[in-house]
Structure formats: C-alpha cells, structure tokens
C-alpha cells in the first residue's frame, strides 16, 4: 500500500547529503534509499535549539529565523512531520471558543495559504469552508456565540438553515439538524507538508535541521539553560524549545531540573475511504458535527472522518519510545459509536469501501487548551505542546507567539490563558493527568456552557473545612487544584444534575446566591477563601521594601499594619498579578495573590528579586485557611469572640493585625473582603481553623450567619465594578486602563517597573478603558444570560469585547464588565478612548447574535457602598477568577 | 452457528397463545388419545414413566405432565391446533430485567479468599446457575472445600424419575469421597470423637446458594450410613497413601450401595421409610470433579459432562471433554453392558437408544429397578408404605429383566495435570450439552472470563469491506459484548447463550424472552433443566506448581 496515502501521510525522505543542506524533496519508500549517510555533524553551539519536528517545532523555526534570529538547531529524533503531525487530519479551522485560539487558527489559515508560494513546497491547501452542525438548540446558540466572536474578527461566517446544508454538502442527511454554522474560509492542508514547507524556509533563513537526533538531556545550570545531550554529541546553547508534542511530557521530565509539561497522549481514530463512485470535489466543506462527535472531510475523492468519542483510550502513560507510534492497533469496536454517527449524517455512504483506520495519538491538556511559553524554574526553556487535536490549526499562530515570545519578551497578545506556568507541579501526576484527559477529549464535542466544572482530578487540595461545608451542603469547583464552594444548596432542596443543569440561559441556583447575596448585605456570611496565593516576604535590612518598592506600582512604605491593594506590573505598565499586601513588620510583607498566580508569581519575583542571602520569599500558602466574613454584622461577630474594640476609629478599613479569636491566638485579621461590602479577611494557621469556624458560627447565630460561595462574591464584586486578574486584568492592561490610577504612586520617590509606560499613558491618555454596563432590556428568566467574550457595540459598531458579568441581586439587572476601544471609522486605527468617548455612546451586548441594550459607567453606584469607611480611599480589589 | 439438535422442538411463532387458551383444551379434548398414543419421552432419561412419582398417585400424573409425555412433533401440531382454538391470542414477552431475575434467581458464585493478598490455591473460584424446567428441578449441584485433606470438590446431579436421589446424591457424595480420601489417623481421630461425643472435626466446608437445602430429617440416618464406611475403613486400614481415583470410584460404590442397602432395610419413622424408598427407586447421574493442585480428577457416572476450557497461543479457545457420556452414543458403554450380560440378552439390553428400552443413562445412583432382582423389589414394594404400592411405576418391572444389576454407579474417572494454558471447567448437566457444542462453550466462557478486550480485533487488511458491512459487523459484535456485561456469573452467561442463542450465536432477546415465558407445563418440551458449575483456575499457581514438578 506504499503510495496510497501520498498527500495526506505523504512519507517524507529528508536528504541532508551535503553540508550546505537546502533542499528536499518527498519521495516513496524504497529499497534502494537504505543506507543513508548521516548529514553534517551537530553544531558545537547554537544559540536556540529546537526539540521537535512536527508542525510546532517548524513554525517555531519559521518564525524565529523570520524575527532575525538565525543561529537555530532544530533536532527530531525520527524524521521531520513523522509524529502527530504526519497522521494529522488536516483540517484548519477558525471555528473556536476562546478568542485566542481563534486569533491563532485564523493566522494559520492565512500562512498557511501563501506558504506555497513562498516556499515553493505544495502544502496541499484548499479552500474548503467547514459546516459546523446543530442537532440541539443549546448547540446552535453555542455555535451562534462563535459566529459573534467570528464576525466582529472580520472572519466570514454565517448561521444557514438545513436547506442551506443540503446545498453546500450533497450528502448530509438533515433531517435532525435545527441549524448550522458555515465559515466559507476554512481550509484543509497537508499538515505533513505544510510542516515540510516551514522547515524549507526556516532552512533558507539558516536554520540547521537535524534528522535522526534525539535529545536525551537538557542541561541547565544556574536556573539557565546550557545546553543539550543528543545522542549524536552536544550542543551549547542559550534557548532551548521543547516542541516535542506528546513526548513533551517526559523530555521536560529528563533534564537536570525538571520542566512539568502536564499533556497525555490519547488514542485517536479516523477513518479513510475509498473514492465514492463519483470522487467528492476536492473543494467540497468540512463538516463537524459534535453532536454526533465526528468530523468528516473529502480526501482523494473518498472520506476522511474521525471523532472525539465518550471513551477515549490513554496511551503511553508511563512513557513509551516513538516507534510505538507507528505500531498502533486498529480498533474497530472502539470506533462503532462514530461510525453510526457518520452512516446516520451521511447515510449513502453504505456502499463505500474502506480502505483503513488510522490510530493517531493526539496529546491533551488539563484544560483543553495548549501550552506554551517559559519554564517558571529554568530560564531560557520554552514549551510549546500540548494541542488538544488541533495542531495545524493553532500551529502557525502559536508558532508565531512563542517566536515573539522569545525574541520580545513577550508575544504580542496575552496568551495568560495558554501559558505553561497556569500550571504547577500539582496538575503533573501521571494518574491526574491520566483521568483528566480521559474528561478532556470527548469535552471536545460537548456543549461548551458557562461555569463548567471539570468532574475529574478533583478533590487534590483542600481546606481543612472542606469536609464541614460539605456536609453543610455545599456544590465545589475547582481553582488550580484547589476546591472552592460555589454555594450551599440549603437542606431539603435539590438541585438538577449535572448534564440537566447545562444552561445558557438562567442556572438553577439562582435563588440560592440571591439569598446568600442578601445576607452578605443584611447580616453576614462565611466565605472560605483559602484557596489564594499567599507568600511572606522579609530581610533582615531594607532589602524587601526596596525591592517591592521596585516591583509594585503603588507606594509599599506605609506604617505597620497596613493593606495596600496594588498591581505587580511589567515593563509596559501592564499587570502581571494584582495583590494585596500587607506590612507585617518594617522588614516582613504578606502578599495574597490569585489562586492560580502560585507558579507565575512566584518565577516573575524570584527572576527579579536580588540574589541575597538576607532576603527570603517564601510561599505560605498551605500554612494559612482564609475565612471572609462579610456583611455589616461582621464587625460585631468579631468583637465579640476577640473582646477588642473593633470599631472603625481602632480598626479602619485596609488595617492588618494580629489577635486572638476564640482560643486562637495569632489570627491575622485584615479588613478587607475583596467585594466592597464591609467585613473582615481571616488568615487563620491551618490547626485552628476548624476551630475558629465552630466559633464564628456559633457566636453568628444571632446575627444571621450563613456560609456563601464565590459565585455570591463574584455577583457583589461584579455589581461594584471591581476587576479581577485573569478575568478581566492581563499583562496588556495598565492600572490607567481599568481606572486604578489612586493604585499607582508615580511620585514614590522611587522608581518602579512599569513607571514610564504608565507616565506616558497618563499624559496621552488610554487606548482602551474598563467599562461596566448595565443590561437594560434584558430578561432575566426569558433571555440567554451574558458569559464572556460576547462583543460590544457602541453606536452600532464594534469597540471590544466583555470579560466577565454577573447578575446584580441589588441592581436586579445583568452587569457585563468589558474593555471598550475606539477604532477610526475609516482607518481601523486605535484612538484614544476619553471619558466623553464612552459616555456619549448607545451599547449593545451581543449575546449569541442577540444584542440587548446596555448603559455604559466608569465608575460604580455609590448607593451600592452601605458603609464607606475611609472617604478618600474606595477599596478597589479581588483576586478570583471564575 | 450453533447446530440445532433435530429434537429440539421449533420455537412457537410469533403469536403464542396463553396457556390458559391452551390447557383446557388438551385436558378436556386430549387425554384420551395422548393415553393411547406411544410414548417418546424428548431427551427424558427414564421412559414412559412420570417422573414424579414423588407426587405419584398413578393416574398418569397430573394432567400437566401429559405434555412432556408427548411425542414432540404431534405436540406441535397440536399446538397449531390448539391456537386455531384460541379466541385471542396473547403476546407472552417479558422485559429484559424481569428475563434477567429469572436468569440469575440461582446464580451462585464462590472466590477462593486471599491470604497475604495472594491466592495460593490453583482454583480462582467459581460461579453456578441453574435453570429449571422440570417442576421442581430434578438437577443438584454441589461444591465444597476438603478440610482436612487438600483440594475442592464439586459436582452436578443430573435426576431422574423424581429428584430424591439427586437430592440424596447431592448431600452424602462428597462425605464419601472425603471419608475415602482421609488418612488412617484422622479417621481414628474423627471416630473417637465420636465416641466420646466431643466436637467433630469439620470435613467440608460447604459452598452453597440459599436455594441448595440439606434434608434435615436424613442427616441421622446418613450420618450413621457413612459412620459405618469410615469405621470399615478403619479395619481395613491398607496403610497404603489413598489414591484418589480409587477413593472416587470407592466412594460413588459406597454411597449407592447404602442407598440401596437402606431402602432394603427401612425405617422406623415413616416419613424416612418413605423418603429412602423414593430415593432408590429414583435415579440420578452424576460428574464430580477433584481440584488439588495441578492434578485434577473427573469422576463421572452417567451422561453429565465435564469440559476443560483452554487457550491457545493465538488467544483462541478451545474445549477438551474430560469425561465420556455413558450413553448409546458411547460405543465402549454399549460393549461393556453387552459384555455384563449374556449373549441372549444382547438384542434387548440396548433398544431406541435405552438402556432395556428405558433408560437413557448408562450408569446412574439409585435406580434399583435396573439393579436389584425381581423377588427384592417386590418384596420391598409390597412391605413399603402404601405410596409406593399405589405408584404403578415403582410395581413395573423392565421387560427381559433376567440378569439384575443392569446399572451401575461406578464412574468412569479422569486424570489431567493442569496447565498454565488451562483457564476453567465446566461442568454441565446434559441440559447445556444438547443445546450447545462444546467449541462454543469454550469460546463464550473464554471470552467472559477474559472480559471483552480479547474478542479478536477486527483488521480490514487488503480485504474489501463497505462502511455499511463493517457497521453491521460492529453492532452485531456489540450486542455481543453487551450480553457480556449484563451478566456477573460465567454460568448466567452460558445459560443466557444456550437459551436465548440465535442462528448467528448471538443472544436474541426475544428468544430468550419466549423460552424464558413458557409455563412450567410446557418448558420441559423445549429445554431440559440446565446446571453448570464454570471453575476458573488460577494460571500463575498451575505455572508456578509446574516449574517446581519440573
């Protein structure tokens, strides 16, 4: 069967005979080409060397010798687009749920389609289109909200009727459709090739490639890469670029401090077909229909159709070496379930003969989305894995990114939702990672709704209540590992299951977070937060103030026993993390973070903190459960178990100290909630934290104290206009951006990172800004609530996109935060977004092609703030992500 | 495909009739010349008999055993017939959990337990159903564990002409085959506590389904029966280390002979009298199985059967007979009856496949009519209680009944050192075997127990398969698999597959459902009663015992 796969598994012969290799070319197994000479020995040094041969390792070649950088190794143990990438079904498509990607996919395509011409390779490239299905009204809104975020990206799509189907695709059966989505500009590619053009033009700009190494080692010294071991001899080297798809895993794992790459391969199967009587036009759509979990393109006059199915197979769980790759088993009763789905969507393909299965192992992520960017432990080390199925389509923009990434600092978008260090130690067990791509791959297919929880690898951190507020009702999702409450179904009360309770529309618990929002403002609630970053930072001098000072854009120089709310920014005046510290003593701070700022926070300090003994960072936070009472009768619990005055005069607002609750002594107390309401944090050493729970709601019974969950605290924080980080704040956005100016002390005495950019923005002004709205014709109970993502239209015309909304119990409207931008009319340039700019607009949302009328505000309803303590500062804060 | 057997009566079409349409039809219409048609009993051992003479007040039985006495064709066309009659016939089906309650109301299963989180015995374990079809079944079961010698016991009863001596069979064997098995020292020991009323050591250990009862009334008179065994084994004492095999034939020799023994004898409690009678005048077959180690003894006496299950290099299955049927279809049986006998005999010993025209199994317990002479019977029958008197079977004699004993227990026993490639044991009441070929067994057992993963993959290689033929395959194979998991006990499993199999070995849900839904009446004529004992071995001990004999 040699030959028969020619385009799409074309078996590629990387001929590097002479020194000065430039030149390739595809030909067929043979039995004359055996004895191949090896090609150039590997360089002594380099100043980038690439692991990886696929689609990733060559666009990141690409792109980087395109950025100028032309002292770049790239090294594949087999051949070049042997892996994943040879058996990959070719499809690239726009048609994604996180804007990013989409941003990625998007690039691709359009590299992809010159890359013919500028390599002269044939990449096999054909505009296709693809038809996404919708069997289910919730899949056509999921479908219609893509469509949104398609359109405002001038990406051409459209929603089509089944009649419309019929037209486009002669095969289809309708029947059970309700509607669809067409995206004309899709494409299919020869993913092999395409691979094999990037690696010719990589070469022209001087990348040296190398078949047939394999990197045994990655040496780092000093938290920096070295260099690497092949089996072919050394190579020094500055960067190194793990591209190695699903063996990523366990390269990041053989070197001399280990790199956690948290990515497991799972089995994946298509289908090839002979040619149908008459051979499919080779411009005929793609179709996806996820409700039947399958795929189906034309290839070679037959069919290529594979699938994401419920019961995915892992592989290579305690690592296998890549000839394995080759020997995959056909399963044909795995694939039973896709092959009904595929005869049920294209019923007259009963006659067409098979001509193979194809096992495919494809690597998956805990989180459906890629990895990417730089080691938090060993600088110079950069990943790029990890693609969830979708390698062609996200290759050329990741490609792109990661290139920026190591040539600028940083990509030129927030990749935060891709980046390798979201991820830590705790998401690299092989047993987690094992089950949780188990979840993952069929996810593929399922219905994406907001406030979905992942089922697997949970219940690996805890609070020491957790068990307690179990017990007392309470539904969990899971933040870096760690569970948090969503809320408390109060006794007696059921709640829908889990696949029942996927909505777009009003969720179920409803009625459960207005009463908990309630309390918080009538009386007071408990909230466990422990989840948080915590770090204690000290020295002996003033080495840890000054470093701060350096690091943290607002003044950190108060008196013992102060809170400063401020942001961590980068260079560009963006945020890298938005925390709370606390001076503990002249010499010791107490930062709190975000949950899933532990890894990236902790690499952006230490690379920048000085190297000195007498300086010590360290992370604390296992050692301390965080309770949040918030609600005006917090203040009278808590002087009733400290017998210390706690009034505003002896306890104002953003105050630490230390005292006793209960028999507990050494309660660090804070006030603070992170929500506007008034109350109290509680770090609390974790041996008394049951007791200090037991406490506060023993004495709370007469003040009406209930648990709550973050989903009451998101509601109240989003109601207050307050921004959380990974939400609604990333590395682009300055404090000036989101109106936190009062959080940035320019005049410190002092410089800080960040201080130019911020300066320069503050005398030309923003060219985005933060923005509430308030859904004015919304219904509630009748109309598809807003997630995030969903675009803005000011006056009719695009300025940006929301990034989170709750419904406001206090409001009883829906409140959408998002970033307006002002584009010129003509041009498409970035201008200036003033005050004036956003207050003289009429906004709408977009809700899944809805658009609903929205009022825009740049600063929050003071009626909201019961008890303002201190007049001159408004506590502007939060830390959770949902 | 499974080969029908031609007796097996074809299943009722679609529309079956109540039974309650049917019935009256035969009961008033029919008796007659159902009375005077000839007798053929369908896969029945014992011939023109009822075979309850339990219950036996001669009038020919109950109106509903007419039907099991009927020629199965004629049945059938009667049937026809009889559904002509019927005003409105009614579908008869049931759902698949109430199929799956009568499926499992007998399942039993039985895991060797762990020591130190290993299983040192070569048995895993092992996992027993029974479906009846008789009322009440007629087929025993039983396993239990050697305590004071090594190895597991377990066998299947087949009876005959009432369950009595299946029943009797079933409680006192493995006592025998224990006792025969002890050592000189432990006997002594087990007869002096005795003696001197202390507690006695434990013998078996049972394994036994709730429904699997011991007669309490008995258990004295048994008890006495194998006290004077063990006693005689005392005195004899050989000193020569037991064999096995002979302890089995001894042990089958024993118990038959005391049954015979005590219903010449009788006893004082009438209700005793009566029971020991009925025990030997009816009949049961039996195939026992010896577990110890490597070394595996099959003991069988009558036309039960014992298979061993085994997997070849390739993954396939294949089946090996443990034991020989005696039957008519056993030319060796056939010879060593004919050799028993005079030559004048030899015509009427063997006719329509019967033993005198009668008895379909060779060998069998009980049975006394085909064993003792004609002046003993009648002169036990005519002192006996007046049940037996009235039962006109238990007064008939077989014709050219010249030469008593025609019929022995004595088994015929097998040897066979296990090997790591054998993976179980099925041992089944002739019940399974006419329904299923022991290829086919093998192979469903083989793939149960392995779970499903080891069904053979599919490749389409060069060959030219469709989209649509390679769907139907598929689905086809997942009912398959479906059938497989439905069930926790390998023996469900099979019974599953030998009653509700369709043309293509698959289970047919509807099948099942009809067979499953026949009124106890008429059950008998479509299936016998099915029991099977599946014994999973225990692969790494076998290898490991192996190795060390090496």
Excluded at chain 1, 236 to 260: D, I, K, M, R, T
Excluded at chain 2, 340 to 349: C, F, G, Q, R, Y
Excluded at chain 2, 350 to 367: E, I, N, S
């Amino acid at each position: 069967a040699a030959g028969m796969f020619l385009r799409l598994l074309s078996d590629v012969r990387w001929r590097a005979a002479n020194p000065k290799w430039r030149r390739m070319t595809c030909c067929q197994r043979s039995t004359s080409s055996t004895a191949e000479p090896h090609p150039v020995s590997l360089p002594a040094q380099a100043q980038v060397v690439i692991c990886g041969g696929g689609i990733m390792g060559t666009s990141v070649a690409y792109h980087l010798s395109k950025m100028g950088w032309k002292d770049i190794v790239l090294l594949e143990q087999g051949r070049l687009a042997a892996g994943t990438t040879r058996f990959c079904a070719g499809i690239v498509s726009t048609a994604r749920h996180v804007s990013l990607e989409l941003k990625m996919a998007n690039y691709s395509n359009k590299l992809y389609q010159q890359l013919e011409q500028e390599t002269g390779v044939q990449t096999g490239y054909t505009k296709t289109g693809s038809i996404s299905l919708a069997q289910t009204q919730d899949r056509l809104i999921s479908l219609k909200r893509i469509a949104s975020s398609l359109n405002v990206m001038g990406i051409p799509c459209e929603i089509i009727t089944p009649k419309q189907v019929a037209q486009l695709h002669p095969l289809i059966n309708i029947h059970d459709l309700v509607g669809a989505m067409y995206v004309p500009e899709d494409a299919l590619v020869s993913s092999a090739n395409v691979s094999l053009a990037l690696a010719t033009a990589a070469s022209r700009n001087g990348v040296q490639i190398h078949e047939r190494t394999s990197v045994s080692h990655v040496s780092v010294q000093k938290g920096r890469v070295t260099g690497v071991e092949t089996d072919r001899g050394q190579i020094q080297c500055q960067y190194f670029v793990n591209c190695a798809g699903q063996w990523a895993y366990e390269l990041g794992h053989s070197g001399g401090e280990p790199v956690n790459i948290p990515l497991h391969a799972c089995e994946h199967f298509y289908l090839l077909t002979h040619p149908l009587k008459e051979p499919l036009a080779s411009n005929l759509p793609t179709i996806v229909d996820p409700d039947g979990r399958i795929y189906i393109r034309n290839w070679q006059g037959g069919i290529l159709s594979g699938g994401f199915e419920k019961n995915p197979k892992p592989l290579f769980t305690e690592g296998r070496n890549q000839l394995e790759i080759q020997n995959l088993q056909e399963d044909w009763d795995h694939f039973e379930p896709l092959l009904s789905a595929l005869l049920r969507r294209m019923p007259d393909l009963e006659a067409l003969q098979i001509m193979q299965l194809v096992n495919c192992p494809e690597s998956f992520t805990p989180d459906m989305r890629c990895i990417m960017g730089e080691s938090p432990t060993v600088r110079g080390y950069f990943v790029l894995a990890g693609m969830n199925s979708a390698g062609i389509s996200y290759g050329g923009g990741a490609g792109k990114y990661l290139a920026e990434w190591m040539v600028n600092g940083y990509p030129s978008e927030n990749v935060w939702p891709l980046d390798l260090k979201r991820f830590g130690t705790l998401q690299s067990s092989r047993t987690f990672l094992r089950h949780r791509v188990m979840e993952v791959m069929p996810l593929m297919c399922d219905l994406k709704v907001p406030r979905w929880d992942f089922q697997t690898g949970r219940q690996l951190r805890t609070s020491p209540l957790y068990d307690r507020l179990d017990a007392q009702g309470a539904r969990w999702m899971e933040k870096h590992g760690f569970e948090r409450v969503k809320y408390f179904v109060p006794p007696g009360k059921d709640l829908l299951d889990l696949d029942q309770s996927k909505t777009f529309y009003k969720p179920d618990w409803f009625d459960i977070v207005g009463s908990e929002v309630k309390c918080c403002k009538e009386a007071v609630c408990v909230i466990d937060m422990s989840s948080f970053t915590k770090f204690e930072i000290s020295s002996t001098g003033d080495q840890a103030l000054e470093s701060l000072q350096y690091l943290f854009s607002n003044d950190l120089d108060v008196p013992v026993g102060h809170v400063v709310h401020t942001g961590m920014l980068n260079e560009k005046g963006g945020y890298e993390n938005d925390c709370s510290i606390a001076r503990l003593s002249k010499r010791s701070f107490f930062m709190i973070s975000p949950t899933d700022q532990q890894v990236h926070c902790w690499a952006w300090l230490k690379n920048r903190l000085p190297d000195d003994s007498n300086l010590t960072m360290e992370d604390v936070t296992w050692k301390y459960t965080a309770l949040n009472l918030i609600g005006p009768r917090a203040v009278d619990v808590l002087s009733e178990l400290s017998y210390a005055p706690i009034t505003p005069e002896h306890f104002p607002s953003l105050f630490c100290k230390e005292m006793s609750v209960g028999y507990a002594n050494g309660i660090r107390v804070m006030s603070i909630t992170h929500t506007g309401e008034p109350g109290f944090m509680l770090y609390i050493p974790i041996e008394y934290a049951l007791h200090v729970y037991n406490e506060v709601m023993n004495m709370g019974q007469k003040y009406g104290i209930r648990n709550a969950g973050y989903y009451a605290l998101r509601s109240l924080r989003i109601e207050k206009f307050f921004a959380f980080w990974g939400q609604d704040l990333d590395a682009f956005t300055t404090p000036m951006e989101c109106g936190r100016e009062f959080q940035v002390k320019l005049e410190k005495g002092m410089h800080f990172l960040g201080q130019e950019a911020l300066l320069e923005q503050k005398q030309n002004g923003v060219y985005k800004r933060f923005t509430m709205f308030i859904l004015e014709d919304h219904d509630t109970d009748m109309d598809l609530w807003p997630w995030w993502g969903e675009p803005i239209f000011r006056n009719g015309r695009y300025v940006g996109k929301t990034t989170s909304s709750a419904y406001s119990y206090s409001l009883e409207r829906h409140v959408c935060l998002g970033f307006v931008q002002h584009f010129d009319e003509k041009t498409g340039e970035e201008l200036v977004v003033t005050t004036d700019f956003i207050n003289q607009g009429e906004y709408e949302i977009d809700i899944a092609g809805q658009r609903f009328q929205a009022k825009a505000k740049l600063y929050p309803f003071s009626s909201l703030f019961t008890h303002r303590r201190r007049k001159d500062e408004v506590e502007l804060s939060g830390y959770q992500r949902e | 495909a499974i080969p029908v057997r031609s007796s097996r009566l074809p299943l009722l079409s679609d529309a079956m009739p109540a039974p309650a349409h049917l019935f009256p039809l035969i009961r008033n219409c029919e008796i007659s010349r159902i009375c005077s048609t000839a007798c053929y009993c369908h896969h029945k051992h014992l011939c023109c008999l009822s075979s309850h003479f339990a219950h036996g007040h001669f009038r020919y039985a109950p109106q509903k055993k007419f039907a099991a006495l009927y020629r199965p064709k004629e049945n059938f066309n009667h049937f026809i017939h009889a559904r002509d009659y019927a005003s409105t016939p009614q579908r008869f089906y049931l759902t698949p959990p109430q199929v799956n309650s009568i499926l499992k109301a007998n399942e039993y299963s039985f895991k060797v337990p762990e020591f130190d989180g290993k299983n040192v015995s070569s048995v895993l374990g092992f996992d027993s159903n029974q479906l009846p079809a008789n009322a009440p079944i007629e087929d025993r079961r039983s396993a239990a564990t050697c305590l004071q010698t090594r190895g597991m016991l377990l066998g299947v009863f087949d009876g005959h002409a009432g369950c009595a001596c299946a029943q009797a069979v079933s409680e006192r064997l493995f006592y025998y085959i224990a006792v025969s098995l002890l050592p000189h020292e432990t006997l002594l020991e087990i007869e002096n506590a005795v003696e001197s009323g202390r507690a006695l050591l434990p013998i078996l250990q049972w394994h036994k389904h709730p429904n699997d009862y011991f007669s309490k009334e008995a258990s004295k008179l048994y008890f006495n029966s194998l006290r004077t065994y063990w006693q005689e084994l005392i005195d004899l004492n050989s000193g020569e280390t037991t064999d096995v095999k002979e302890a089995l034939i001894n042990a089958f020799k024993r118990l038959d002979n005391d049954i015979s023994l005590e219903a010449q004898v009788g006893d004082p409690n009438s209700f005793l009298n009566y029971l020991v009678l009925r025990v030997a005048f009816s009949g049961a077959t039996a195939c026992v199985a010896h577990v110890d180690g490597v070394d595996l003894h099959i003991a069988n006496t009558g036309d039960s059967r014992a298979m061993l299950g085994v997997q070849e290099e390739d993954g396939s299955w294949s089946a090996v007979n443990l034991s020989y049927d005696h039957n008519a279809q056993n030319e060796h049986e056939v010879e060593r009856v004919k050799m028993e006998h005079p030559k004048s005999e030899e015509k009427s010993l063997v006719k329509q496949d019967r033993l005198l025209g009668l008895l379909m199994p060779f060998r069998a317990f009980g049975d006394v009519k085909f064993k003792w002479s004609i002046e003993l019977q009648k002169r036990v029958v005519e002192s006996g209680p007046d049940q037996l008197n009235d039962n006109e079977y238990t007064k008939f004699i077989p014709p050219n009944y010249h030469t008593p004993p025609y019929l022995t227990a004595e088994p015929e026993v097998i040897h066979h050192k296990l090997r790591p490639q054998d993976k179980f044991l099925v041992l089944a009441t002739d019940g399974l075997w006419e329904t299923m070929h022991r290829q086919d067994v093998a192979r469903i057992v083989g793939e149960y127990l392995t779970g499903v993963h080891h069904q053979q993959p599919i490749a389409v290689g060069g060959y030219k398969v469709t989209l649509g033929q390679m769907h139907g395959l598929l689905t086809e194979r997942r009912a398959r698999i479906s059938s497989v998991f439905e069930d926790q006990n390998a023996a469900t499993h099979l019974i599953r597959h030998a009653v509700g199999n369709n043309e293509f070995g698959t289970v047919d849900h509807e099948r099942l459902s009809k067979m499953l839904s026949l009124p106890e009446e008429l059950a008998r004529m479509y299936r016998d009663d099915i029991t099977i004992i599946v014994v999973q071995f225990n692969s790494h001990v076998i290898g490991a015992c192996q190795n060390e004999e090496l």
